[in-house]
């Protein structure tokens, strides 16, 4: 072929165009592919935790302790399980859960620390509370109130509800977001802070 007829530079020009074209465009294919392959998705634990009041019967430096059971109480019992994460699941390990409820007759301890504890979850933002089933009392459905902090976090304070339970429509503060899950014999809750 003639170096110097029209079908040939003609040709030079489509495939240096090519050639050109390709090359500006293969690497951002390749660019975003890599992006895609090395991206995770950011799994989320859902919206937080909503808060709610801590009402007038929270009591600050309640003793340490994860079972809230004492000798004589003879009540219903029961354990509740959970975790504490943030929105994107990362488990927050040290956070502090400072529990406080009435007992079953829908009364309150407002001169010790009966039925009142505070707890750090492990590790794995894990916890395990034993306490009595609360009564309900007027106007109220049985719940447990509950401060979440991380370590040098903002205090969430909110409060859990029983599933099921009859009081529960009836209440003005119920929110459903704040049941307790039962898992076979017990209950479990997922505390979610902001990130």
């Known amino acids: 072929m003639d170096p110097h ?4 530079r003609r040709w030079l020009h489509f495939s240096g165009g090519l050639v050109l074209h390709l090359g500006l465009v293969a690497p951002a294919i390749l660019t975003t592919r890599k992006s895609l392959a090395q991206t995770t998705a950011t799994p989320s634990c859902g919206g937080p935790t909503p808060p709610q009041i801590a009402g007038p019967f929270f009591i600050p430096q309640s003793p340490e302790r994860s079972n809230l059971i004492e000798p004589g109480m003879k009540a219903n019992r029961m354990r509740l399980t959970g975790q504490v994460v943030d929105a994107n699941c990362r488990l927050v390990p040290g956070a502090l859960l400072d529990f406080w409820q009435c007992d079953d007759k829908g009364e309150y301890d407002n001169q010790g ?3 009142r504890g505070h707890q750090f979850v492990n590790a794995k933002g894990q916890f395990v509370l034993d306490t009595l089933v609360p009564g309900a009392y007027p106007g109220r459905t049985p719940h447990l109130h509950v401060r979440v902090q991380r370590k ?3 205090i969430l304070t ?3 509800y029983l599933p099921g339970h009859p009081g529960n429509a009836r209440d003005f503060l119920f929110d459903p977001r704040l049941l307790m899950e039962p898992r076979g014999s017990e209950l479990h809750f997922q505390f979610v ?3």
């Open 5 to 8: 007829s029209p079908n040939r």
């Open 113 to 115: 620390y009966r039925l």
């Open 152 to 154: 040098g976090g903002p």
């Open 158 to 160: 909110t409060q859990l």
């Open 193 to 195: 802070l902001p990130v």
